[in-house]
């Protein structure tokens, strides 16, 4: 069965600061992955996908992500939070269906 | 933490015939609940956004009299998808937010496949 973890439930960055966010997942092939925020009482805007080809993705707002096999890691990085970031951010997984990690947090600090 | 439950999680019907998929949260008050759709290779689409104890809101698209999406309590959604046919096949997934209004949880998802 698949499944992907997200190790940190919180993360509080400076304002400015580089972020990184972990993803973790579990599948025999490689799946499709996916990065989704989520702003306060609102739904999921997505942020970036991986399919195939090249393993670092550029997504919207300035965030990457890399997908790394031997990993099994899909993290998802940004050079320089903005306040505006502060959300929840979930790791999906799509192989046999679509599933989604807990969620991240993300507090940005002025 | 929070847990949203979706049943059933595979679902195979005949053309013509409706389906009822229904989400529950089941420790916490799904005060707004969100149904998407997933195509293969695609990323999930949002098809509906309802509040309880009001009518759902639709995307752009999605027709209302084909996809009947019930929040009648706190604890449930149902999307019921109406005379179905093969194009309706795919994957649908709910997720909810509750009264503290931070986070989403999301179902297990149903997959869906009209003959």
């Known amino acids: 069965a698949q499944s992907v973890t997200q190790p940190d439930i919180h993360i509080t960055v400076s304002e400015g600061a580089s972020l990184e966010l972990r993803c973790n997942y579990s599948?025999?092939?490689?799946?499709?992955l996916f990065w989704y925020v989520q702003s306060p009482g609102q739904g999921l805007q997505l942020l970036l996908k991986?399919?195939?080809?090249?393993?670092l993705v550029q997504g919207i707002k300035g965030f990457e992500a890399e997908f790394k096999r031997s990993q099994s890691s899909f993290n998802l990085r940004k050079p320089s939070v903005h306040w505006s970031d502060a959300a929840e951010y979930f790791c999906?997984?799509?192989?046999?269906?679509?599933?989604f990690g807990p969620g991240t947090r993300l507090s940005v600090l002025p | 933490g929070a847990v949203v439950s979706q049943h059933p999680s595979r679902v195979i019907c005949k053309s013509g015939t409706s389906v009822k998929i229904e989400c529950r949260s089941l420790?916490?008050?799904?005060?707004?609940m969100f149904w998407y759709r997933q195509f293969p290779k695609q990323s999930l689409m949002l098809m509906a956004t309802?509040?309880?104890?009001?009518?759902?809101?639709?995307e752009q698209g999605v027709e209302k009299d084909k996809f009947l999406i019930n929040h009648a309590s706190l604890t449930l959604s149902t999307l019921t998808v109406t005379s179905a046919h093969p194009e309706d096949s795919s994957f649908y997934i709910c997720?909810?937010?509750?009264?503290?209004?931070?986070?989403?949880?999301f179902g297990s998802g149903t997959q869906l496949s009209v003959l």
């Open positions: 999906a997984v799509y192989g046999q269906n679509f599933v």
């Open positions: 309802s509040n309880e104890g009001s009518k759902a809101t639709y």
């Open positions: 991986y399919f195939s080809g090249d393993t």
């Open positions: 420790d916490f008050q799904a005060t707004t």
């Open positions: 997720s909810a937010i509750g009264r503290s209004n931070e986070k989403l949880f």
């Open positions: 599948y025999g092939a490689t799946p499709y």
